[in-house]
């Protein structure tokens, strides 16, 4: 079983930058498709960026596109969201997933998820 806590999420001013990070327990296989997923109120949960196996691969939502890197340190067995230029839109709760599958396909099975963190971007 493998468990997933996301981390790095608080409150920020637009314009401001924040690094989330997600951290894999558990089994030790590493050849995920990792992907993080964002709910805003009253919204439902959004696709925001995804990343393969060996991290050649990446897939991000078109609002985020240019602001936001994923990236993977699959050794720590962690991956993690840079985000830059916040905006209020980017307000939600930001979810980790992972795809017990190493290559990044059209639709992706998201087998494992965390508790979420919360990101709060004040205009």
């Known amino acids: 079983q493998v468990q997933l806590v996301e981390s790095g999420g608080g409150l920020v001013q637009a314009g401001d930058s924040l690094i989330l990070s997600c951290a894999a327990s558990g089994r030790t296989a590493t050849r995920y498709v990792m992907g993080w997923f964002r709910q805003a109120p009253g919204k439902e949960r959004e696709f925001v960026a995804a990343?393969?196996?060996?991290?050649?691969?990446?897939r991000y939502a078109d609002p985020v596109k240019g602001r936001f890197t994923i990236s993977r340190d699959n050794a720590k067995n962690t991956v993690s969201l840079q985000m830059n230029s916040l905006k209020p839109e980017d307000t939600a709760v930001y979810y980790c997933?992972?795809?017990?599958?190493?290559?990044?396909?059209?639709?992706?099975?998201?087998?494992?998820w965390g508790q979420g963190t919360q990101v709060t971007v004040s205009s």
């Open positions: 990343i393969n196996w060996s991290g050649s691969s990446t």
């Open positions: 997933a992972a795809d017990p599958f190493p290559i990044l396909r059209a639709q992706p099975t998201y087998t494992f």
